[in-house]
């Protein structure tokens, strides 16, 4: 069976849990309402499935251990991910949470707390995301005509400041739906960029993937 995995997007920025948590809690309700009525005595009016929560407690380890889901190389500082976590806390940034083979959806951070208790460096931390849901309008089913798409040959471009994936996908493959399949194809790139952009500026907190990538080469394909 394949180990379980969670991936954790913020914005344009996403990241494999190195240690995946031990058990995870998806909790639900549903919007019943009970009614008594002359002649029938109470009976069950069926309501609509209220918003999920999916929470866990685990760590984001200070150093490789043989259980981590990531590489050595790809292995970030334990305050990195907590303080990209803690800026997503205060912000309205999209959120989507992927526990594979169990669910995926769209969240926001209701509630984040970590620190260290022992010499070991690790950060523990204990985590809860609810559900959102995008409300659905007129246009939102209007369909628009397709475009030609640009064929593409497999290049680097380098990313300038002001770039985001979905500007570059659209320069440079004529679509600017490719982003998530650029995007996808530099992930260690992408980790690299922000692990050497951590270092030169360890006091920075607000950790922006469009900011750390200035300068580098990305593969367009």
Known sequence: MDKTTIEIMIGELSFVLPVTPESFNVTTGYDHQTVNINGLGEILLRGKRNLRTVSWSSFFPRQHYDFCQ????????????????????????????????????????????YGQEDGTGDVNYSITFTETRD???????????KRPTKKVTSHMYKWKKGDTWKKVAKKETGKSDNWKKLRKANRKRIDKAAMEYH????????LKETTVLIGVKVLIK
Do not use: C, R
């Open 70 to 113: 990531v590489g050595e190389e790809e292995l970030l500082d334990p305050m990195w991910y907590a303080a990209l976590l803690h800026i997503a806390e205060n912000s309205e940034v999209d959120i989507k949470v992927t526990i594979s083979g169990f669910l995926s959806m769209s969240v926001v951070l209701s509630s984040f707390e």
């Open 135 to 145: 409300v659905a309008t007129p246009d939102a089913a209007k369909q628009t005509a």
């Open 199 to 206: 270092k030169k500026h360890p006091k920075v907190k607000k």
